[in-house]
């Protein structure tokens, strides 16, 4: 069964105070971990695809690291407005539903001012 | 991307009731999935919605219990039967097309008294 956790489950920073989130994951054949954001009300907001180890992407003050057992979603210089729920999930190459993206609970970053 | 709507946004519904909630994207889709966020929990894939023929559905998830239907690319239901507080729950629909990304609709939340 593929499983996916995320640590911390909470995270308080200050303004300008990079950070690292973990999601750490078994799957039985890695297709592809996706990152997510997630608003207070909200539907997930889609942000990275990796899908093999050592690959990384970057978009404004996030970037996204894999490697064959977990993944980071660095934050470097993070804004109040980067508070948010951020979700890590995977799929698997095989299964009964192909698609399927198996999530973890998520962190909660809060950036103070 | 897609746009993505869901109705109702919210609803309160009593035990024993059923609640059909629509997902709309604006352009055709290949894949539709339903997933459901309970709170403090990951989110679950309830079923894949397939065009033409009946839903995949997830081990735990039956359809008589959240039957779904799926008349063309751009449209998906799903019914929440005989209700019980245990279904209170964000439900979500999300899509993919022509790749390996899901994107997700702004969510319905159910709340059964």
């Known amino acids: 069964e593929d499983q996916v956790t995320q640590s911390p489950e909470a995270l308080r920073l200050q303004e300008g105070e990079s950070s690292s989130l973990n999601c750490s994951y078994t799957?039985?054949?890695?297709?592809?971990l996706f990152w997510y954001r997630q608003d207070p009300g909200k539907g997930p907001e889609f942000l990275f695809t990796?899908?093999?180890a050592g690959e990384e992407k970057e978009k404004e003050r996030l970037k996204a690291t894999l490697t064959k057992k977990e993944s980071f979603l660095h934050i470097t210089a993070p804004k109040p407005e980067d508070s948010a729920t951020y979700l890590c999930?995977?799929?698997?190459?095989?299964?009964?539903?192909?698609?399927?993206?198996?999530f973890g609970k998520g962190t909660l970053l809060t950036v103070n001012p | 991307s897609a746009v993505i709507s869901q109705k109702p946004s919210r609803d309160i519904c009593q035990r024993g009731t059923s609640l059909t909630i629509q997902c709309q994207v604006d352009?055709?889709?290949?894949?539709m999935f339903w997933y459901r966020q309970q709170p403090g929990q990951s989110l679950t894939l309830i079923a894949t919605?397939?065009?033409?023929?009946?839903?995949?559905?997830e081990s735990g998830f039956v359809i008589d219990k959240f039957p779904i239907s799926r008349p063309n690319l751009t449209f998906s239901t799903l019914t929440v039967s005989n209700m019980s507080p245990e279904d209170s729950s964000i439900y979500l629909c999300?899509?993919?097309?022509?790749?390996?990304?899901?994107?997700f609709g702004p969510g319905t939340r159910l709340t059964v008294t």
């Open positions: 990796l899908y093999s």
């Open positions: 919605a397939n065009q033409g023929s009946e839903a995949t559905y």
């Open positions: 352009s055709q889709v290949t894949m």
């Open positions: 999930a995977v799929q698997a190459e095989s299964g009964g539903s192909n698609y399927k993206l198996t």
């Open positions: 799957v039985s054949g890695l297709r592809g």
């Open positions: 999300s899509v993919s097309s022509g790749s390996y990304e899901q994107y």
